[in-house]
């Protein structure tokens, strides 16, 4: 659900959603060793500069089983990833989160920018230049390190369930990538 605000600026971070969850400020890594936040994180960069309710940041965590407390270590994992991103960048509201990035800021849009360009090329060897570039930005499957995450309720199956069941186009570029060599 889009929302009304500023236009975020980028506070020199970057975001790599393809192969591991990585986050950067000014090329310097910034670690988030906690699964737990990094879940809370890899959800709200799916859907980058719109909200993301408490509801179903609470699902990504613990799927039907929240504790009691599920709110308030929701807010307490948002804390601590405020403490890394800075205030500006994750961002509250009445309903949930919002994380303040451009898609430039994250190599899932800046996939998707270069696969919509090639997508408006007529010409064939433009097209593929593109699409080439599109997978040099796909450092792997989508939240590689999801797999010793927690099963269902890492995001990456969520963004395949909010998508209607489809595989995004982003969600095989991984998988591409590793079998461009033999296209070329």
């Not at 506070?11 to 988030?32: E, K, M, N, S, Y």
């Not at 090639?118 to 450092?139: E, M």
């Amino acid at each position: 659900m889009p929302i009304p605000h500023d236009t975020p600026t980028d506070h020199g971070l970057r975001f790599a959603l393809f192969g591991p969850l990585t986050v950067t400020r000014d090329g310097r890594t910034i670690t988030i060793p906690q699964t737990k936040h990094r879940v809370v994180l890899a959800a709200l960069l799916l859907r980058a500069d719109r909200l993301v309710t408490v509801e179903d940041l609470t699902t990504h965590l613990w799927d039907d089983a929240p504790p009691v407390t599920a709110r308030k270590t929701l807010q307490g994992y948002v804390a601590r990833l405020r403490k890394k991103l800075g205030h500006e960048v994750l961002v509250s509201h009445p309903a949930g989160y919002r994380i303040a990035a451009r898609p430039d800021q994250l190599d899932l849009g800046r996939f998707a920018s270069l696969a919509a360009e090639a997508d408006r090329t007529q010409d064939a060897d433009a097209r593929a230049r593109l699409l080439r570039a599109a997978l040099d930005t796909a450092a792997g499957p989508p939240l590689a390190d999801s797999g010793t995450a927690n099963g269902p309720n890492w995001p990456s199956g969520w963004c395949t369930r909010s998508s209607g069941g489809r595989t995004p186009r982003w969600r095989s570029a991984g998988t591409a990538r590793c079998c461009r060599g033999c296209a070329r």
